[in-house]
């Protein structure tokens, strides 16, 4: 049986990929399968440079095929802030923590001035491939004053979609699959990848 490794510890972007990204003709493991593999240091300073260093560093460790994410939030009102940074927005990687201090951040800040993006770039990285294959998604929202619903993670509970009228948080991972940033990137990801990959 072929195998593809998601080079992720995040068991909701673990859930959100199984959920779609799933084939009778591979296996889809994640790190979470892998509790000793060592922590990878994200030193990059763009979703893509971060994205690749997880990839390579799980491909050279385990010679398979693998995908790795990395996404964030960027606020218009914050200037892109927290990107790159925002799962260690609030120091240590806490979600809790990093949606208070978001929510800080934009106090006094109206609703029409907290608009959002979440994005997503994917990396996947094979053996016997030279080249990577790079896609990246995008979904828009508004943040919300205060967090609203219990699924998801990370900031997904002030992530308000005004078309749904709802936060991410209160979507189902298939709903939340149909149109997130992640989802997007693998929607792209699916059409590309079979005719790239060298088994
Ligand atoms: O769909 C999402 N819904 C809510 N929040 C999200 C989402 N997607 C990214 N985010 C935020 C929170 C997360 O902490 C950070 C990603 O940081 P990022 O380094 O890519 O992921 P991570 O450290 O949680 O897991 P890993 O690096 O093992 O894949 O951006
Ligand atoms: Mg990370």
Redesign the pocket.
């Known amino acids: 049986m072929k195998e593809i490794i998601i080079?992720?510890?995040?068991p909701?972007?673990a859930r959100?990929f199984k959920r779609v990204f799933d084939d009778q003709e591979f296996t889809l493991k994640t790190?979470l399968d892998f509790p000793d593999f060592p922590e990878?240091r994200?030193t990059g300073t763009t979703?893509k440079e971060?994205a690749t260093i997880?990839a390579h560093a799980v491909m050279e460790r385990f010679n398979l095929p693998v995908i790795?994410?990395?996404?964030?939030?960027e606020v218009r009102a914050l200037y892109g802030q927290?990107g790159v940074y925002?799962?260690r927005y609030a120091g240590d990687?806490n979600?809790a923590a990093?949606n208070a201090k978001l929510l800080s951040e934009l106090g006094g800040v109206p609703k029409e001035k907290r608009d959002a993006r979440?994005v997503?770039t994917l990396v996947f990285a094979n053996p016997k491939n030279e080249e990577d294959l790079v896609v990246e998604g995008e979904v828009k929202g508004i943040i919300a004053q205060f967090p609203q619903g219990d699924d998801?993670?990370?900031?997904?509970p002030l992530?308000y979609l005004p078309e749904l009228g709802k936060t991410?948080a209160e979507l189902s991972v298939d709903e939340?699959n149909q149109i997130?940033?992640?989802g997007n990137a693998i929607k792209k990801l699916e059409k590309q990848w079979q005719d790239w990959i060298n088994w």
């Open positions: 080079a992720t510890k995040n909701g972007k959100e790190l990878i994200e979703f971060n997880k790795a994410d990395d996404s964030g939030l927290p925002s799962a990687h979600d990093n979440f997503s998801g993670f990370g900031y997904d992530f991410m939340k997130s940033h992640r």
